[in-house]
């Protein structure tokens, strides 16, 4: 291990992964620490949407930034696949966001003004997924909301993140970060370094070392329980979405049902109840789910912060120790575009003014004000 | 492997097992072919109960069979203990009929007639699982009907009979059994065997060899799927059973709910429908059993014959080729009384004449004559 | 199901599900039985090489059909996506064939003959694979040995013949065919049907229908073990292959490092001899292989037939059963060129003549007249 | 939750468990908190051993600590069971510490002279364990070197603590002690409780909050991999042990062979290097070890200390802040003794002076001066 990095990033989750991917791209210095493994913590249990419109109505400024990260991967899936070998799982088709009643309709309202997203009625939705409940009304249809496996992504840009020359390691938790000669000390299993930037990529496991930074946020667990599946039967094109929940088909064969929201659960067990509501959920978009097989059931802790936004900006006293946590039930879609607004703070770049101010560590604070 | 043994049993699940060690106590020499290994099939899907009353009214042929075999399991706990070196996982306790209605009730009046049955009223139900639901009426108590681990007493009566004498043979399937000199040829995947007797304890899984010895009856599959899950809290003193469902907890910390039947379902997947079916029956019986977390889930086939009785005994035509197949609900309680009864018919001892009528192979023409 | 098809299929492994496929492309009326689940027995436990090379010297007739085979994979990766959504994990690069001795290079020589092999010397194959042992002294490079994932790509096979019309059925055995007027019996577990063909493609598990079917030759089970193991680095590009040992690097981040020989063992169990042998041929090549991590280990029977070449042809007395097992190695290779060629048997297409007569059925008793 | 409890114990391995235990026997109002869940961490990667002389030459300090932990689970298996319904897998049959050597039979000379061990020629060890390598020389036979299964052990010793009114919180991790108007202030995941004494039973993983309470000793991890496998036959009577390598038999059938010994490497993954290790260290004891079948791998970390010996006792300045942690290759054999150890503080008993002395959590220091 080297004495002196020029960039330390703390977390070797999607978005560490992506940050360090795109740092060094950029020829940056940078070292990575993962207390456990690359990507086995909140992103492998992960869905794997890239759900720009999904999760949200178009609107806001996250909106913007989850495009431009959408878009990203369609050039990173030949990109990471050239420089580490592995399939990022990346499968076109969209999403269809069902419509079951009157309220369903009504919430789609400003989606639907988008030019990305289209109503497909009733008899369009059942010749594309012959399979849905009779009792559907109709789907929004955004073919850009597709998929990719959380998993294999994360460990891709890690991968090619050491391709290109990033240092990586594993089992090496970080206990401490404090200043040392304008600098800062960071403290791992295995010894320290020195860093003249430190990025927070820890999900939603760093509530510790917040404190010690004098961080005054924390990130809360919601926890979510999911399914995965298959079935004798070819039995989904699109990935379906309603109330929250989803089925994604995925490119090896797999579905994946998902997920429960259980706030302040840091747990990784699944529970009988998670399951009988995914089922339930399942079997009112296709009746026929009831069938499918059981592979295997997962659990993941989803980072979520006081307003839903993720925190990617500077900490507030300290402006070369960079946050990238909280994104809740989003990482996976935004981790191309957080990964490259933290280079652009490191390098120098200039950043979206609307992100910069959605995104800020101390936003808090300033509503206060 | 030898040219000649006195006897083959061909299935290494419970019943095979057990045969090839009572048999081996009495010195004979015998073999065991398992195609696959040892107690890996419906064995290994089973609950483990022992219900001797739990599973009849206490007043068919079946049930002084039933009583016979759980009672030798008082003393071959021990024995294949020394033997082997592995705990069948035998767990005091007993078992409770749930009454939620006037039919459960009613339909328990038989058994409670029996002296082994005692009746309790729903205070009693309540005082002992505190965690019953409370619409509770009150329940029949057997304590007699107590539990072991599947597999582990199968690799017991397996290792057992290993230990005095008998050749047990894994990955080595018989693909034909034919006449020979007046012995049997048993023809298999490594080589042929001749036997002064050949005993099918083959499960399910006979129906194809059924036919080449010219048995005109068929086992007939009754998928049964399990969930093995655990709880942080110790939630259960008893077996707990309704409307042929049940929870048993093991001596291993972990509970089996069990268990669906799909009749004529050849696969061993386990569907989301099976799943939420088993959730909804433990909820009903302990409310709080949504809380419980999932290990994983399993499936087996019931080996079900016409009447629901298993065939044990005598080929119409060939006398020294023996039955014991078709326990369906029962393998695992069933399996001593079954060693013995096969032991009885190789060794010339007397057998019950009840049990030999009930169990005889050609009962089905019997009856239509 | 219905009561009569044009063709039956026995058997969902890569085979049957290639020949299905290809049948529904050609719009013929076609069922497939699998007793279990498709791709679950030999499919499962492939590396996955598409080995036209790697396994052959380039020169015998096989290595036309294996090319041929190879070849229609360049197709098949995006046509079978389309009907499936299955990516059946194409992954580029190719084969290097190790020479770590005089033996070895000279072994190579018919094979650097062809025009797809490339000779690399000692220097280049380290520029190739940083991590090669450094006693290396040289390889065959081949290009157009690829590879691609054994389980996925059957499950692909199967769901795009589903779309194309086939009906699969899994968990339904057939036990018995015989003659009926003209056409075939096939006895099912869920029932009987009619078929003017049948096509046996039930890899090294057929022998007991063999013998009814008056087919004197047997499939001999070679039993293979491997380990499917990851690196926190990207350490390959290339397949390696020395004394028929290999790595292949997976498109999913996964390692296959693989495998054993064992003639004549039916059992799927891992012993720890094989693993032991493994990780020293693996060491071997990349001494760094040690410091791998283990994910999990697999086993599986490769059909073996007395001369090492598969069936694929007419039965000598019935025209209209199509045998095709005994892929030995090579079955996920030739799985495309013998779904062409039973498909051309069908429909009435011509063949190749040297394949016909290598392949044929009854070429044991033709080589002893 | 309370927000008070007497005790507040830190970490649910079988350490803290057993505390939990001896505690709530004596009605102290016990709090647990574990950031995972019970005994899933190193406890659950032991293989069990009882080793009160089979890791010590008898002659030591610990040396009687052990046995008097060892003598506790001759009545805890009973007690245990009867609060939990947990089985702790208790297998009598005892150990042979095999000599190959002059000098491995010199290393035993000092335990030989103990009352509880005997020496066993050559021709006795090949009679009780027929297996073993012909180039025995003889062993130490210790018939109170028993096994347990560990996690098994700790989940009953957790739910057997709870029947007696402790307090046991999985998934809520500690992040910080602090002292607040003469009791320590326990701040949880889910919130904060007061505490008159808390009791540190963190295994390896305490390190962060040791510094947090002014401690300046730290735990050293000590990886260990080992192979869970089994056999068809009945391998073995005994545990056999070989220069800190060993194999255990279990009573569910199951056999470990353990460990590797990894300084200062915080993954719990298996490499391939450890998997050979252990495999020729095996073959080496029992030579036909090479047939067994794999079942699965496992790894944990040891809590290793600078001495080797456990830290059990009071914080050096805070005496109601208790350590129990360092139990390196021995913490199952020594939870029961810590726990009544660790209850003795607490409320107050006499606690033998030559453990006090060795344990003392400062001993370090006492030592430099
Ligand atoms: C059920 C479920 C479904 C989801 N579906 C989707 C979806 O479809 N689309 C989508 O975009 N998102 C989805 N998400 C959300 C997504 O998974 C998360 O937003 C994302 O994984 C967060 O990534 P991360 O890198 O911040 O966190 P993590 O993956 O948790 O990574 C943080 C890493 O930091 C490490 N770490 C923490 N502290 C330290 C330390 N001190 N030293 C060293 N390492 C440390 C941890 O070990 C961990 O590996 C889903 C989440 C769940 C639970
Ligand atoms: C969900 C479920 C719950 C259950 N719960 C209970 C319970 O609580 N109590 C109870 O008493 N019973 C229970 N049972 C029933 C019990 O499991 C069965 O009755 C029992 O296991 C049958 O044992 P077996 O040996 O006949 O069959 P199997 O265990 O299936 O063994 C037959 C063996 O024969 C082998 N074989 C077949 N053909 C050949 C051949 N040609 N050559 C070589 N080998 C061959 C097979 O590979 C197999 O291993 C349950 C069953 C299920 C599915
Ligand atoms: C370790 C190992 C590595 C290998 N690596 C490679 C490789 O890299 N490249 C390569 O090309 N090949 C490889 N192979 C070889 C390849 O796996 C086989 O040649 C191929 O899988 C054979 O396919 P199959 O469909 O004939 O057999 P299977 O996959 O065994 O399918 C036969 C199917 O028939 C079913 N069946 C049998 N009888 C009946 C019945 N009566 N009724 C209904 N269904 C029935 C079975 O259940 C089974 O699913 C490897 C094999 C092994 C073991
Ligand atoms: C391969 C191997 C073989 C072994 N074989 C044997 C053997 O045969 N016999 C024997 O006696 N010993 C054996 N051991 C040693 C034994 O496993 C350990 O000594 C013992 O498990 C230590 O128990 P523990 O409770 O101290 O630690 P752990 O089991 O690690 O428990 C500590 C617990 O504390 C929790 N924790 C930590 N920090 C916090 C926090 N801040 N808040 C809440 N919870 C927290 C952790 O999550 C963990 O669950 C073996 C060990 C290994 C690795």
Chains 1, 2, 3, 4 share one sequence.
Request: charged share 25%.
């Amino acid at each position: 291990m080297k004495q002196h990095y020029e960039v330390v990033v703390i977390g070797g989750g999607i978005i560490g992964c992506s940050i360090a991917y795109y740092l060094a791209k950029e020829k940056v210095d940078v070292a990575l620490f993962e207390k456990g493994q690359i990507g086995l913590m909140t992103t492998s249990a992960a869905a794997g949407m890239l759900g720009a419109h999904s999760e949200s109505n178009g609107e806001d400024t996250i909106f913007s930034f989850a495009r431009s990260s959408q878009q990203a991967y369609l050039r990173l899936k030949d990109e990471l696949y050239q420089l580490s070998g592995i399939d990022i799982g990346y499968k076109e088709g969209g999403i269809l966001k069902l419509v079951f009643s009157d309220t369903d309709k009504h919430q789609l309202t400003p989606l639907l003004k988008q030019p990305t997203a289209e109503w497909l009625d009733k008899e369009e939705v059942k010749k594309r997924e012959p399979l849905i409940a009779p009792n559907i009304l109709g789907a929004a249809y955004i073919k850009d909301d597709v998929s990719v496996i959380p998993d294999q992504t994360c460990e891709s840009f890690a991968k090619s993140a050491r391709a290109l020359g990033a240092s990586i390691m594993e089992s090496n938790g970080v206990y401490q970060v404090e200043k040392k000669d304008g600098n800062y000390l960071v403290r791992t299993m295995h010894g320290d370094v020195e860093a003249n930037y430190v990025v927070f990529a820890t999900g939603v496991y760093g509530n510790g070392l917040f404190r010690q930074i004098g961080l005054d946020e924390e990130l809360i667990p919601i926890k979510g329980e999911s399914l995965i599946v298959h079935s004798e039967q070819h039995v989904l094109e699109y990935t379906l979405f309603h109330e929250s929940c989803y089925i994604v088909p995925r490119n090896n064969g797999k579905l994946v049902i998902g997920a429960t929201m259980i706030k302040k659960d840091w747990s990784d067990t699944v529970s009988l109840e998670g399951i009988k509501f995914l089922i339930e959920k399942a079997k009112a978009m296709i009746p026929s789910a009831i069938e499918w097989k059981i592979d295997h059931v997962q659990a993941g802790l989803r980072p979520g912060t006081f307003d839903g936004n993720p925190f990617i900006g500077r900490h507030p006293e300290e402006e070369r120790i960079l946050i990238a946590c909280g994104h809740y039930r989003n990482g996976i879609l935004l981790a191309p575009a957080t990964g490259e607004m933290i280079r652009d703070f490191v390098v120098g770049k200039d950043i979206n003014n609307g992100w910069m101010q959605t995104f800020r560590v101390d936003r808090r604070q300033s509503i206060v004000v």
